[in-house]
């Protein structure tokens, strides 16, 4: 049912926590589930040196959380902004239909993350 | 390859190998159709007889008290249907609890969609129906009362004694279209049964529940209960059940039935001591957990605990991937989004309701098992309260 | 002991070998419920999956377009219900004909009683219904038409690509609520299969018929037909049918389905050759026979034979204690005293009726078998007709 | 389903056939199920010398037929009269409930052959 890395990330979370002197945190529920993810970034000169998540909900929104926070550590603001659901679930290998939004709550959650930064 | 170990005997028992035994010359040699005349098909319907007979002595019964179906969902569909199709002309109104099989809660609410009023029985804390709600219930136009023996999540075993007598008394007062049938598919084999000691008119059975294959089921039906038949075109079953007998899967019933009767004793023994040890050991290394349903009035081989902060999906296949199969609720509701309403039903928030994990043991469950899932556990439940924000709050 | 005859396989076959093989790890270690979320599950799941795929090559299918039932009866009484239910609003009329299978008999007289009108075609004596009688019986309020593939008492084949050209005509000319079903119960295995050929809405199967165990079936349902579920409360089977699926019968099943696949021509060749060689040893042996049914438009395992003077249990049982089995009418509807209503379809006066008698072949069946027979039958009858009022007129 | 006595007598069918020269000869049919059953009788001397039987229908008609005229032969008239369904029972191993009729009408031919005998 589900995929190797996807066991992987579920049974060995990466990035996962809170950072000391984070730039942003913000905490994002899923309207649908009441899944939730928080993403902490610590970003220098417009870079995302540091990421860290925390979730609550079923697995695909755990390993959401662990796989982004992978993807965008290193990448710039701007190349961070321009990660699409279907590149998550790409790295995660696929999703079942009905748990399609716990994809869509990562993106989402990032997407508010860097809109707080540029806010800031 | 890892320790495997099976906590999901609720779901379904794996075959006992007297009952594969038992069942195989009827998958080889003796294959005839129970309704041939010659010697194949009389060689088939005297298995099937003595099948019956044996099923019938599990629950108290007599062998024509009991129409063999496909499963405890059609048992269920068979008795509610059966009596909601007969019944209507007196009255259109049932009466259920809120912590029912999937089987029995998705009739109910077909009926509802056809002009039926159900009512659903709340819980207490302790997942227990109370009988003085059932009496307030009952209604001139009450036709039928349907509450499960046990539960299939938490393990709760109801007072259907007490509730019969009521429908007794009920009937003794001149209402005499009122039948009570009783979900015992998770029951059996796991606490003693006997029709005449619970008073019911309808009894729910599945074989695979109790360590005979999948796709066979019964219905005690009391005699003198008549029943709309829902299959219809065909003798079997006194006209009750119609389509070909599934020979080999009766006779591993019948099979597992009697093993059922003759061990059940030792099995309650058995699974209760090492649950409990289970429970212990859960409570001495896990903070925050909640366990579910009365401690007493349960099934031995049942444990159901709400770990606060996480979700069970998640320990599910983190355990999975170590080897231990466990289940959230049941594996029927299994694939919707929403959290247990039995828990729900128990009165827990819904972190509760989500954070519930199913633990069944089997007849065969070791000590060794409960202590590798003792070991494997508490990390997983760590590891994933690590990454809740939950924990962190 | 005696040589033993089976030559009841319209009835039940011996399940197949392989196909025990195939099923037996589903009896032991592999026992998951598929709709549990573990490995165990999985493995179930991976299994059901594998087999609704061989089952929907047999029939040229998809495999989401199967629903398994625990029976053909099953299958039927779903297609049927299924159907009504879904189309009373559009109107109440059922076309079928006067010589199906108990169970389609069964289920259209229930709907009569609710109010349906049905309309039963004849078939002339050759056993079959004729196309242009389906279209003079078609009505603006007809929503279902129900017609076998091949009969189980007389094996005739039905025009069922020429019925469902007609269905798409009318269809074309905004007659849209109007749904075709078959029961393909014994055509399976037999002949070949496919749903696109056939043009039909919804086909039957059941696995006992083709090497598989009883307890298992099918619906085919082609994409698009909606079908209102009579199995209640559990999201199996697209929610199209509830109850824990019989994990090691779907897998015979689907073993089944693949070998009958497989190996169809050859199983075809060989029954053919030896039921004529049979049918010819009848008619040189013995006097006043009549072979039953259309001569070519037949089933290949298939030969029902009234005797005359003489009635077919007698024979019946006179051949079983001589280690031959065979059959007078359908087994499912003996028990009864009416003399099969297919033969008198034919328009047989009832002394023929009663001396029906059916050999079925299977695909083991061997010369040996056939020439036994032909040994020992010409001696039962002729016992029978010495003792016969009838014959000594 | 069927007892041993009864197989015998359904492949071993004693007293089948016609008399040459018959004080008696009877034949009925059930009227519940068109089953026909023919039975000839030499009686002399207030005897049963002789009985032969034919019968049409289900197996149990067929044995009935055969058990009785075993029955019979040999008896004095008197003794014939007073068979009883249940002394035919008893000899050839009961029948199922909804087989009952085959049994009634040996005894009610037999009864019909007396009565025609005496109304000689
Ligand atoms: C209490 C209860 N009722 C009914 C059923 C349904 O039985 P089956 O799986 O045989 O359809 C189950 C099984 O999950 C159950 O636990
Ligand atoms: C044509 C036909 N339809 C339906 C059935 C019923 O199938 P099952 O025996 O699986 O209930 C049979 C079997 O006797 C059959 O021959
Ligand atoms: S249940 Fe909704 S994303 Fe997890
Ligand atoms: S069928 Fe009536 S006695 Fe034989």
Redesign the interface.
């Known amino acids: 049912m589900y995929s190797e890395i996807f066991k992987d990330h579920l049974t060995h979370p990466r990035n996962a926590g809170e950072l000391a002197d984070p730039s942003v945190v913000v905490e994002e529920s899923n309207p649908i589930c009441g899944d939730r993810l928080r993403l902490a970034l610590r970003v220098c000169e417009g870079r995302i040196e540091e990421a860290r998540f925390l979730a609550y909900g079923c697995p695909p929104t755990l390993v959401c959380g662990s796989i982004i926070t992978e993807m965008i550590a290193g990448l710039s603001v701007q190349d961070a902004a321009r990660l699409t659901r279907q590149d998550l679930l790409d790295k995660l290998g696929g999703l079942p239909s009905r748990k399609m939004h716990a994809a869509a709550l990562a993106i989402e959650t990032l997407r508010l993350a860097l809109e707080r930064l540029r806010g800031d | 390859m890892k320790r495997r170990v099976?906590l999901?005997h609720s779901?379904?028992?794996?075959?006992d190998?007297r009952v594969?035994e038992a069942?195989l010359p009827y998958?080889?040699?003796k294959?005839?159709?129970p309704?041939?005349?010659?010697?194949?098909?009389?060689e088939a319907r005297a298995a099937v007889d003595r099948a019956r007979q044996l099923v019938a002595e599990l629950i108290g019964a007599q062998p024509q008290e009991l129409i063999f179906?496909?499963?405890?969902?059609?048992a269920?569909?068979l008795a509610i249907r059966g009596i909601a199709e007969r019944a209507a002309p007196y009255g259109r109104h049932i009466i259920t609890s809120a912590i029912e099989?999937?089987?029995?809660?998705?009739?109910c609410q077909?009926l509802e969609q056809r002009g039926w009023e159900v009512t659903r029985l709340p819980v207490g804390e302790d997942g227990l129906v109370r009988v003085e709600d059932v009496r307030a219930a009952i209604r001139p136009d009450t036709v039928l009362i349907t509450i499960m023996l046990a539960n299939n999540e938490i393990g709760t075993i109801q007072p259907i004694a007490e509730i019969s007598h009521l429908v007794r008394e009920e009937r003794q007062r001149g209402h005499r279209h009122l039948w009570f049938h009783t979900d015992a598919v998770q029951a059996a084999g796991r606490m003693a049964i006997n029709v005449a000691e619970l008073g019911c008119d309808l009894l729910s059975l599945?074989g695979?529940k109790l360590y005979a294959?999948?796709?066979?089921g019964a219905l005690y039906v009391r005699r003198g209960v008549q029943l709309a038949p829902?299959?219809?075109?065909?003798?079997?079953e006194r006209d009750r059940r119609?389509?070909?007998?599934?020979?080999?899967?009766i006779v591993a019933f019948g099979k597992a039935a009697e093993l059922a009767r003759q061990e059940l004793d030792a099995r309650i023994e058995r699974m209760r001591a090492l649950r409990d040890r289970f429970e212990r050991g859960v409570a001495e290394r896990i903070t925050d957990v909640v366990f579910n349903g009365h401690r007493e009035r349960r099934l031995p081989h049942l444990s159901n605990i709400s770990f606060r902060?996480?979700?069970g999906?998640?320990l599910?296949?983190?355990?999975?991937?170590q080897g231990i199969?466990?289940?959230?609720g049941s594996?029927?509701?299994?694939?919707?989004?929403e959290p247990s309403p039995v828990i729900r039903a128990l009165g827990r928030d819904?972190e509760l309701a989500?954070g519930a994990v199913r633990f069944s043991l089997g007849k065969d469950t070791s000590e060794e098992d409960i202590d590798y899932v003792l070991e494997v556990l508490p990390q997983a439940v760590e590891?994933?309260r690590?990454?809740?924000?939950?924990y962190?709050r």
């Open positions: 099976y999901d779901a379904t028992t794996p075959i190998p594969v069942m998958l080889t040699e294959f005839g159709n309704s041939s005349v010659h010697l194949f098909g009389q179906v496909s499963s405890g969902t059609e269920n569909n099989h999937p089987s029995v809660r998705g009739v077909a599945s695979h294959p999948k796709g066979i829902q299959m219809l075109g065909g003798h079997q119609a389509g070909t007998e599934a020979v080999p899967l902060y996480i979700e999906e998640g599910l296949i983190n355990l999975d991937l199969a466990v289940s959230t594996a029927c509701s299994s694939g919707t989004l819904e989500r590891s994933l690590r990454i809740s924000p939950l962190h």
